[in-house]
């Protein structure tokens, strides 16, 4: 275990997000059911969301800027 508390808070979300998808989707990462395409699919996609949050606060942080 690590002594590093920003590591241990990070180690914690992961494991609180895992928890959140076993109770959302029934089923772990480790499962076999989807193609390498569509694994790379479900990134992109989850890579398009964060994009978005950016652009979000990019702009809401422009506007407190510009105030």
Not at 40 to 45: I, K, V
């Amino acid at each position: 275990m690590t002594k590093d508390p920003i590591v241990r808070t990070v180690i914690d979300k992961f494991q609180q997000r895992s928890q959140v998808g076993i109770n959302k989707y029934g089923t772990m990462l480790n499962r076999e059911d989807l193609t390498t395409l569509e694994w790379l699919n479900h990134l992109q996609e989850e890579l398009m969301d964060a994009t978005l949050y950016i652009e979000r606060l990019k702009q809401e942080l422009s506007n407190i800027n510009l105030k």
